[in-house]
C-alpha cells in the first residue's frame, strides 16, 4: 500500500511540473535576446537592446536574455527565471554563460517585480549581491517611472562591462556611481577648456589654439557610445541570432520590487 502511495504521488507530481512546463514562455520567433511579451519596450527600443546584446554574444559567445512577461504563472519570479532560462537554453553548453533578466511590470494592483538569474559561468563575476545592486541601482528607479528601456539599458552596460572585465565587482560596489558620472565629468571639462580657449581667441577662427587631445576628443566624442564600454545600444533588425546554446543556472540571482 505505502508503495502505491508512493507511486500515485510521483505520478501527480510528474503531472502537475508538465503542467506548469507548458505555461512557460516559449522563445519568440525569429530567435532573439530581448523577447518583450508585456509590451513595456517600443520597437525602436527593442532593436537597440537586440543590437548591443548581439553585440556582445557575437564576441565572447555570453548571452544575456531580456525577457519582460505580465504574468508568473503562480511561481515565485526566481524559480520563474530560472526555469525559463533551462528551458530556453541560456548560455553556452559547458561554459553555462548565459543570463536572464526577467521582467514583469506592474500590472493593475499588482507589485513590478525584476529578477536576474546567471548561470554557474557568470557567478563569480557577477555574483548575486551585485545582481541586486544592479537592480535596486540602475533598474527600479527608471522602472518606477515606466522607463523601462533605460533601466534595461544600464543594466545590461554594467553586467556587460562586469563580465568584460572592464571593471571589477568591488569597484562597482564601491565606486560604481563615480564610473556612471566619469563621462559626463570629462565631457563637461572638455567644454569649459574649450570655452576659455574660445574666449582668449577674441575674434580669431574657432579651434585656434586648442590642444590636439581635446580637438580629437571632441571628435572622438560625436560617435557617443551610450556607454563606457563598447557594446553600446544601436540600431538593427532581429536575425542572426540562433538561439539558446545549452547552458545551464545554478540558482544564482538577485530580484527586487517596486
Known sequence: MRRLKYILLLSLSLLLANGFAQDLPKPMQPPRLVN????????????RLEQKLLNYHDTTTTQ????????????????FTVRVGESWNVGQK??????VIMIKPRVGNQRGEAYIATGYGLED???????????????????????????????TT???NLASGKFSAEGYMGEGGALLVLP????????????F????????????NIPLWIALGMLSGGRSSGGFGSFSSGS?????????????FGGGGAGGSW
Open 94 to 99: 559547458g561554459k553555462n554563460n548565459g543570463a
Open 197 to 208: 580657449n574660445v574666449r582668449k581667441t577674441k575674434g580669431r577662427s574657432v579651434g585656434h
Open 236 to 248: 538593427g533588425s532581429f536575425g542572426g541570432f540562433s538561439g539558446g546554446g545549452g547552458g545551464s
Open 184 to 195: 559626463f565629468i570629462i565631457f563637461l571639462t572638455l567644454f569649459l577648456v574649450v570655452l
Open 64 to 79: 544575456i536574455y531580456i525577457i519582460t512577461v505580465n504574468d508568473l504563472m503562480g511561481y515565485d519570479i526566481a524559480d
Open 36 to 47: 518583450d511579451f508585456a509590451g513595456i519596450l517600443n520597437e525602436n527600443e527593442q532593436m
Open 158 to 160: 554594467i553586467m556587460i
Open 125 to 155: 563575476v557577477i555574483p548575486d549581491a551585485l545582481t541586486k545592486r544592479i537592480i535596486e541601482r540602475e533598474m527600479i528607479p527608471h522602472f518606477q517611472n515606466e522607463n523601462y528601456y533605460q533601466g534595461l539599458d544600464r543594466a
